[in-house]
Nanobody
């Protein structure tokens, strides 16, 4: 079965960095685009970044452009989100997602808290 497991979240001070990982299993990872979303308390879940199957193209929400970088290692079935220059408004639960055969699959999420 499809499984997505995020890790790497935590508490970081403003201006700091974190790298999130999402380990995938149960499908041919290298064939599918991958996405990172986030959901802050009381807000809608929003798309943060997308990467194509081979990693040749990426897209970002305006709010994270220039600070976050999505990447993937198809040999390790893992997608990453490098987050730099973190701000308090980046505080959220971060999820990875893939779309397989018309259905969306989500991980359980990892909490990122940016606070001094």
């Amino acid at each position: 079965q499809v499984q997505l497991v995020e890790s790497g979240g935590g508490l970081v001070q403003p201006g700091g960095s974190l790298r999130l990982s999402c380990a995938a299993s149960g499908f041919t990872f290298s064939r599918y685009a991958m996405n990172w979303y986030r959901q802050a308390p009381g807000k809608e879940r929003e798309l943060v970044a997308t990467i194509t199957s081979a990693g040749g193209s990426t897209n970002y929400a305006d709010s994270v452009k220039g600070r976050f970088t999505i990447s993937r290692d198809n040999a390790k079935n893992t997608v990453y989100l490098q987050m730099n220059s973190l701000k308090p408004e980046d505080t959220a639960v971060y999820y990875c997602k893939c779309n397989l055969r018309g259905r969306g699959y989500w991980g359980q999420g990892t909490q990122v808290t940016v606070s001094s």
